[in-house]
Antibody, heavy 121, light 107 residues
Framework: EVQLVESGGGLVQPGGSLRLSCSAS????????MNWVRQTPRKGLEYVSS????????HYADSVKGRFTISRDNSKNTLYLQMSSLRTEDTGVYYC??????????????WGQGTLVTVSS | DIQMTQSPSSLSASVGDRVTIACRAS??????LNWFQQKPGKAPKLLIY???SLESGVPSRFSGSGSGTDFTLTISSLQPEDFATYYC?????????FGGGTKVEIK
């Protein structure tokens, strides 16, 4: 059974930093593209970032580019999101999402339960 | 960015009803369209991918159709466990974008 378990969320002041982790099990983690997707009160569901299987290529939404860094440790089956220069509009639930890619394009087939990030003074 | 617009934003229906939710893309996306179901406090769950392919384990009362810019999710006979919010999402081009959601409530 595929399991994705996020951790690391919490309350942080504007301008602060936070690192999210996602522990994966039940599938061959090192074979798959992985993503972060967030759900915010202002914008709803929003793609944040993705990383290819070997970590050699990453992609970011414009809204987080230069502030967030995605990474992975395939030896630990773990995905990370380092968030810095946080803004109030970054407040939301952050989901770790497995990616099944093929001729049908990118398919977000498994999601973690989410971790809440609150940016507030 | 491709904008995804869902309608209606909410609807009330009874158990056994046929329910249809529409999703429109701001430009053509072929059939690169996925549908998700989300219940309160839970993560989204994939229902339909590539516009009309049913994800494994999803009941056959769910179906999807459409191509280009206009898509539909249909629930043929609404069940109590189907009351939730439904989202469409395009995977044609980055950034991948989601619709604003359709909340299906009990009448």
């Amino acid at each position: 059974e595929v399991q994705l378990v996020e951790s690391g969320g919490g309350l942080v002041q504007p301008g602060g930093s936070l690192r999210l982790s996602c522990s994966a099990s039940g599938f061959s983690f090192s074979y798959y593209v992985m993503n972060w997707v967030r759900q915010t009160p202002r914008k709803g569901l929003e793609y944040v970032s993705s990383i290819i299987s070997d970590g050699g290529s990453t992609h970011y939404a414009d809204s987080v580019k230069g502030r967030f860094t995605i990474s992975r440790d395939n030896s630990k089956n773990t995905l990370y999101l380092q968030m810095s220069s946080l803004r109030t509009e970054d407040t939301g639930v952050y989901y770790c999402v497995k990616d099944r890619r093929g001729v049908a394009g990118t398919i977000f087939d498994y999601w973690g339960q989410g971790t809440l990030v609150t940016v507030s003074s | 960015d491709i904008q995804m617009t869902q309608s209606p934003s909410s609807l009330s229906a009874s158990v056994g009803d046929r329910v249809t939710i529409a999703c429109r893309a701001s430009q053509t996306i072929s059939t690169y369209l996925n549908w998700f179901q989300q219940k309160p406090g839970k993560a989204p769950k994939l229902l339909i991918y590539a516009a009309s392919s049913l994800e494994s384990g999803v009941p056959s009362r769910f179906s999807g159709s459409g191509s280009g810019t206009d898509f539909t999710l249909t629930i043929s006979s609404l069940q109590p466990e189907d009351f939730a919010t439904y989202y469409c999402q395009q995977s044609y081009s980055t950034p991948l974008t989601f619709g604003g959601g359709t909340k299906v409530e009990i009448k």
